[in-house]
């Protein structure tokens, strides 16, 4: 699911490492549905880009996020004020579309109360949350459109990227000019933990520099179209969360408003012995059935499991609401537990 115009062009050389440069040219447009884009480059397929070219198409569609929380105050010579002001947190993001839909990380607007974005002509907009999706770190916001000179750019395919591939990432970590860092994929397919607490499967991992308060900026391919938007996923390298993951969210979004996913609350690792549950979530569907740490989880509906990750994809194939049938094995005794998938909790229960 989300916008401006007049950038003084001042061209940088994007060369090999990271790059600041103020805001060029752009062109194209979007419109209407969030998961449905009209191309910011008319670009055929296997067609490659500059790293200045795509910053030069790119960044006017690069935009910064302001976010606070107002908590309400606790001193009584303050009270004609009525609340103080709570933790500041920015980030940026890109515009979706020509009715004002900006993409960005839902860690950078998780619980605040007023957002503002900020476009690289200098224009400002107070932007609301309409929509995230914290098990990807991804977020929706909306700005009123008129008088914004909105550029969108244009979600590519990430299933074509390969370790090796350059990529171009773009952030506005200031408000003033976007930055760019260029780069390779390090690789792709990883898991990384989001902030939620949940595995995100796979994400790109890029050696391209990104600075500060770049999250939520995109990831740009050879062919300038969006491979994935950059997330504060974990320390050391840059990831990104893929673009096909983000269309995928997006249409469940637009219609929802949430993504809704199956939740068994357990983490397992792979053993000789099956998949040996270190963590099972209080409150959640496995400790209701009567699992514990240390059962070992051989099958689910009778598949064979060899490895942690078959449970988590089974759990996925279904719906919350959906019983499956697990063969646990537990201080050398064999059984099966029957367990009903809940509604996945934005964040893991506290307790974990």
Do not use: C, W
């Not at 009525?82 to 500041?88: E, K, R, T």
């Not at 098990?135 to 395919?157: F, I, K, N, S, Y």
């Amino acid at each position: 699911m989300k916008r401006a115009q007049l950038a003084v062009p001042v061209v940088a050389a994007l060369l090999g490492g990271a790059v600041t440069a103020a805001v060029i040219l752009a062109g194209g447009g979007g419109s209407g549905a969030i998961a449905r884009q009209h191309g910011l480059l008319d670009l055929g397929e296997g067609d490659a880009m500059t790293s200045t070219e795509i910053y030069e198409r790119a960044a006017p569609g690069v935009v910064y996020v302001s976010a606070r929380s107002v908590q309400p105050t606790a001193s009584a010579f303050r009270a004609e004020t009525g609340n103080d002001l709570g933790a500041n947190s920015t980030g940026s993001g890109f515009v979706l579309d020509e009715e004002g839909r900006i993409l960005t990380n839902a860690h950078v607007v998780s619980g605040v109360t007023s957002v503002q974005v900020i476009f690289p002509d200098g224009s400002r907009a107070p932007a609301s949350v309409i929509a995230k999706d914290e098990g990807t770190d991804l977020a929706v916001l909306d700005v009123p459109p008129d008088g914004l000179d909105l550029r969108p750019l244009e979600l590519g395919d990430s299933s074509r990227l390969a370790p090796g591939d350059q990529v171009v990432a773009i952030g506005n970590p200031t408000g003033l000019q976007a930055t760019a860092g260029t780069g390779r994929v390090s690789a792709t397919g990883r898991r990384v933990e989001a902030p939620g607490g949940y595995l995100i499967d796979g994400v790109l991992q890029t050696d391209a520099v990104i600075e500060p308060a770049s999250s939520g900026g995109p990831l740009i391919g050879a062919d300038g179209r969006v491979m994935g938007i950059i997330s504060r996923l974990g320390p050391g390298p840059g990831f990104a969360v893929p673009s096909n993951v983000v269309r995928d969210v997006l249409a469940d979004l637009e219609k929802e408003h949430k993504v809704i996913r199956p939740y068994i609350g357990v983490h397992g690792r792979t053993t000789a012995a099956g998949i040996v549950l270190d963590r099972v979530d209080p409150g959640g569907p496995a400790e209701a059935a009567g699992l514990r740490e240390g059962d070992a989880v051989e099958a689910v509906d009778g598949r064979e499991l060899t490895a942690s990750v078959d449970l988590l994809a089974e759990v996925e194939r279904r719906e919350p609401g959906d019983t499956i049938e697990l063969r646990v094995v537990r201080d050398g005794s064999r059984g099966d537990v029957r367990v009903r998938l809940a509604e996945r909790p934005a964040t893991l229960p506290v307790g974990r």
